[in-house]
């Protein structure tokens, strides 16, 4: 690879990285956006999954946390 090649690679990466931040933001907002659930036990209001995971592992230990959306 010429060193030409390098440089141009470091500039699309970054270019990539800065598009990439504001990409993720945006997608997790999206995400939470449509991480509308509630509790299937006790119907309390959770926005988003890490939320889900919390409260059951706090109020429902004994029951299994339904999988993330996206896996
Ligand atoms: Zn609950």
Redo the contacts with the bound molecule.
């Keep these: 690879m010429a060193r030409g090649n390098a440089k141009a690679n470091a500039q699309e990466k970054n270019a990539k990285k800065n598009a990439g931040k504001k990409e993720a933001k945006s997608d997790l907002k999206a995400r939470a956006a449509a991480f509308k659930a509630s ?1 299937p ?4 209001q959770l926005i988003n999954y890490n939320m889900m995971k919390v ?2 592992e706090a ?2 230990p004994k029951e299994t946390c339904p999988p993330p959306p996206e896996s």
């Design positions: 509790c036990i006790c119907a309390a409260h059951y109020k429902h």
